[in-house]
Every structure is written in structure tokens, then in C-alpha cells.
């Protein structure tokens, strides 16, 4: 809903602080899904948008109440992901289920996440963010207040329906903070605000790391008190989520008044009707930087969700009783990756320097991995805490840096499909990797899972070290800011008087 006149005043005083003005935009040679022949059409870049040939570029201050309210619903979000396989031993005795049937409460999330991303995609570009936002918030609820209606032992069915219903509000979660970032933030901090915003959905399972372990211990002997303690559980979950989703109502608005970056203003330009979603995602399919970068973030980003599915199972093998700290090392795991992640975000802003970053945060999560794997088992547990922090610092950090690196590569494509296809990677990699690490910890020992994980780190390295660097919105932004472009007629059948369009100088 949106703020009306005040809203309006305020970004009227915000004009001197934050305003940028550019110079009329030209539309590249290729874009974002929209059809040949349409660019220069109704008022596109390829003509006048505004007298006097002018763009303007102002940063609204409702930015930070969106971008603040969309990292608490998808931390709910993140905390029911993850609140059942932190507790696998208690949840296996209380509904009378095998470990991989927990398991499975975790990976819905993954198999729901495959077939939904194409068409919620396709919602995000055709309805739009608010929509979506919508979407996500509520069906996040819904889930929520199903889950409290699986409290007996015999409602495993019902607990398993409603986080399904949680994992279909992932798919309209999981793909927007690239899309959050690039609507509402300028240049200088869209990748810090896509790292705000992935980091909601990491303290969520940074939380569902501490929070169930201390509301529901494990009391086998005392079933009634364990359904007690999980009700707890469901229903702040619950209340919490509805309250999100009408603060998603009233905060989330489709975009603000005017663009925040040069690189948004042209693509807002673009008349709507013109757009071809399936021509996008060819563009994307033949985009081999984004291919390479597509599976190894899908190699990362997998065996990230199995390590934190299985972690339960791996810290109990050789610390019997420890449920509690096998929450408090999940937590440390995500907490430092989260500190990670913003480190990274501000490095990018300043240095933009994508796929170095990349690869170093790379190579040291594989090294982290290994040095895991190998001290899991020397019996103590402040080992354990020091290099799963590690771990989690280069591993989780990870995530914001590949989807602003997408952002990069696949300009101007569209934020949210990019990013839903990074994700649907991870999700399938992630249901591999939970299966497999989870037979191999079974029948062998955490050790052998851990190495199968690393042997994937480890090819994952040498795809992103074949991805070609071509920052193409950065290009687009710092050409027009640093006034590199020419300005040159407009090739259109009809030609506006006195109207100019830049060239853009980079190979879009």
C-alpha cells in the first residue's frame, strides 16, 4: 500500500541528498526478454522519456522498510526450513518416523523449489514484486498455522503438508533479493543491499539453529510435554508470520517513484508489453559464463543446505547428547557466514571485483570444508565451533556473491529469473547431496560424507575460474556516470527533434 502525498514529499526533500541525474539512455543492442523492433517504441530508450532529454535518479528512503521487511519474512521462512532437521532425533521419536523421513521435511524445500521457479518467475516479471512479495508472506503464514495442527503423534501427514506449503512460499522468496536491490538501491549499494537481503534468510537459519533445541529438548519419556514444547514452537512461529505478511501489505510497494540507477531507468523504459519471458531465458541458457556460474553456485549453495540438514546427525555421531550444541555450532556456522556475506557485499560496492572475490571465497570454503572434516571427530567440541565458523564464514558469504555476480553477467535480463535459476540449481544439488551424504554418514561415518562434499567443492573451483568476467551493469552504470558514452542520433523509423540516445560502450 502505498504511503500517498507524504511519501511523495519525502522524496521531493531527498532530491538534493540523493538525487542523480543522467543524460538520456540508449537501449543496448540485446535486452531483457523483449522482443526485436520494440526497444525505441512508446517512449522507450530508443526515444524521449522525458523533456528536455533528461533521466532522473533519486533513492527513496521507503528502500530501507522494504528491504527490511522483506529479510524478516524470508528469515521465518529460513527458520521453518530448518527448525525440524535441527531436532531429527526429537521429531523421528515424537512422530513415530525414520531419520530420513526428517530429512525429508527439509528437502520439500528443495523438490517443491524445481518445477515452481520457471512459473513464479514468470509471476515475479508479469505481475510484478508487490505480488509477489505477497505471495511469499502469506503462503509463509498459511504454513505456519498448518503446522499447528499437526501436534499428535499420528500427524505426520499433516506436519509434512504444511511445510510443503512453506516451501512454495520459498520459491516466491528465495529469487528476490537481487530484484529487491537492483528496484530500490543505486549502484554504490546494491550489492551491500543484496547481502542485507539474503543474510534475512540466513539469520532465520541461524535462529532455527538455536531457538528449537532450547524451546523443545528432548523429553522421550514424556510425550505430552514434548507436544507442549512443540506447540510453543508452531505457533510463535505462526504469529509472527501473519504479522509479517500485513507489514508486507502496507511496506511493499512495486517500485519506487523514480529509478535509483541509470541501469534500472533504461530498463524501466522498456514498454512491458514487449516482453518475452521464454526469449529471456534463452538468452540466459546461452550465456555460457552464467551456465558455469549456474552449476558451481549450485555446487556451493547444495552442499551448504546438506551440511546444515544432516548437522544434527553428524555432531551426535561423535558427541552423544549434545543436541543443544549441535544447534549453537549450526548457529555459529550461519551467524559468521552472515558476517561474511556483508563483508562481501561492502567489498563488491567498493572494489567490483566479481569474480575474483568469487573464487577466493571459493577455494577458502573448500579449504574450511576439509579442515572440518578432519578435526569433527577429535572430541572436542570447541574445535568443532572454531572450524564451523570458518566454514560458515566463507561458505554461506558465498551466496550473495553469486547472485550479484549473475546480476552482472546477465544484464539486462531480468534480476529474479537469474537468481530463481541459481537457486533451482541449488535446490537440485541440494536434494543430491542431502541423499547421498546422508547414505554416506549412515553406513559409514560423517567423514566419508564430508569428503564426497568436498570433491564437488573442488570441480565447482575450476568452473568458476573459467567464468569471464563481463560486468555489463556495471558497465551501463559507471559509462553514464563517468560520462564515457557518446551520444549519437537515435536509430529509429521516427526521429524526435533535437532527441539523443548514449551508446552505451560495452558489448551488451
Known amino acids: 500500500m502505498a504511503e500517498g502525498g507524504e511519501d511523495e514529499e519525502e522524496e521531493e526533500e531527498e532530491e538534493a541528498a540523493a538525487g542523480e541525474k543522467g543524460e538520456m539512455l540508449g537501449a543496448p543492442q540485446q535486452h531483457n526478454g523483449f522482443l526485436p523492433g520494440k526497444e525505441g517504441e ?12 533528461r533521466v532522473e535518479t533519486r533513492l527513496s528512503r521507503r528502500r530501507l522498510a522494504v528491504l527490511g521487511v522483506f529479510s524478516c519474512y ?42 515452481l521457479i520457471l512459473p513464479a518467475t514468470w509471476l ?49 522468496i528465495l529469487g528476490l533479493p537481487s530484484r529487491v536491490a537492483s528496484v530500490w538501491f543505486g549502484p554504490s549499494e546494491v550489492s551491500t543491499a543484496c547481502a542485507v537481503a539474503v543474510l534475512g534468510n540466513q539469520l532465520g537459519t541461524a535462529i532455527g539453529f538455536l531457538v528449537p533445541p532450547v524451546l523443545v529438548p528432548n523429553t522421550p519419556n514424556d510425550i505430552d510435554l514434548m507436544a507442549h514444547n512443540i506447540s510453543i514452537m508452531f505457533y510463535g512461529t505462526a504469529i509472527v508470520s501473519t504479522l509479517l505478511f500485513f507489514l508486507t501489505g502496507v511496506v511493499f510497494e512495486e517500485k519506487p517513484k523514480y529509478p535509483p540507477s541509470h541501469s534500472q531507468a533504461l530498463l524501466q523504459a522498456l514498454p512491458p508489453e514487449d516482453y518475452s519471458y521464454k526469449q529471456s531465458i534463452i538468452n540466459l541458457v546461452k550465456n555460457i559464463p552464467f551456465v ?16 546444515s540438514t544432516l548437522l544434527n546427525q553428524m555432531i551426535v555421531t561423535y558427541y552423544e547428547g549434545e543436541e543443544v550444541n549441535a544447534g549453537r555450532i549450526g548457529l555459529t556456522l550461519v551467524v559468521a557466514g552472515m558476517v561474511g556475506s556483508i563483508i562481501c557485499g561492502l567489498w563488491l560496492d567498493y572494489t567490483k571485483t566479481y ?120 558497465n551501463v552504470n559507471s559509462g553514464i556516470m563517468n560520462m564515457d558514452a557518446k551520444p549519437v542520433p537515435v536509430d529509429s523509423p521516427v526521429e524526435h527533434e533535437n532527441c539523443t540516445a548514449l551508446k552505451i560502450q560495452s558489448d551488451l
Open 42 to 53: 512508446n517512449g522507450g530508450p530508443g526515444g524521449c522519456t522525458a523533456p528536455g532529454g
Open 74 to 115: 524470508s528469515l521465518v521462512n529460513a527458520f521453518q526450513w530448518i527448525q525440524y532437521s535441527i531436532l531429527s532425533n526429537v521429531f523421528a521419536h515424537f512422530y513415530g518416523v525414520s531419520f530420513t523421513q526428517i530429512d525429508w521435511l527439509s528437502m520439500v524445500y528443495m523438490v517443491a523449489y524445481v518445477p
Open 124 to 172: 515475479l516479471d508479469a505481475r510484478g514484486l508487490r505480488l509477489t512479495a505477497l505471495l511469499g508472506a502469506g503462503l509463509n503464514g498459511l504454513g505456519a498455522w498448518l503446522k499447528c495442527a499437526s501436534l499428535a503423534p499420528d500427524r505426520y501427514a499433516v506436519t509434512m503438508a504444511a511445510q510443503a506449503v512453506c516451501a512454495v512460499a520459498q520459491v516466491f
Open 292 to 307: 558455469l556460474l549456474l552449476i558451481s553456485y549450485g555446487i556451493m549453495t547444495g552442499a551448504f543446505y546438506s551440511v
Open 355 to 474: 569474480k575474483q572475490t568469487t573464487l577466493i571465497v571459493y577455494i577458502l570454503s573448500f579449504i574450511g570444508l576439509v579442515v572440518f572434516t578432519f578435526t569433527l571427530d577429535l572430541g572436542h567440541l570447541i574445535v568443532v565451533f572454531v572450524t564451523g565458523g570458518v566454514l560458515g564464514f566463507f561458505m554461506t558469504g558465498y551466496l550473495p556473491l553469486g547472485f550479484e555476480f549473475a546480476v552482472e553477467i546477465t544484464y539486462p535480463e531480468s534480476e529474479g529469473t537469474s537468481s530463481g535459476l541459481l537457486n533451482a540449481s541449488a535446490q537440485i544439488f541440494g536434494i543430491v547431496f542431502t541423499l547421498v551424504q546422508g547414505k554416506l554418514t549412515t553406513d559409514y561415518s560423517p567423514r566419508a560424507g564430508n569428503l564426497f562434499l568436498c570433491a564437488w567443492l573442488f570441480v565447482g573451483i575450476i568452473l568458476t575460474a573459467l567464468i569471464k568476467s563481463d560486468l555489463r551493469r556495471h
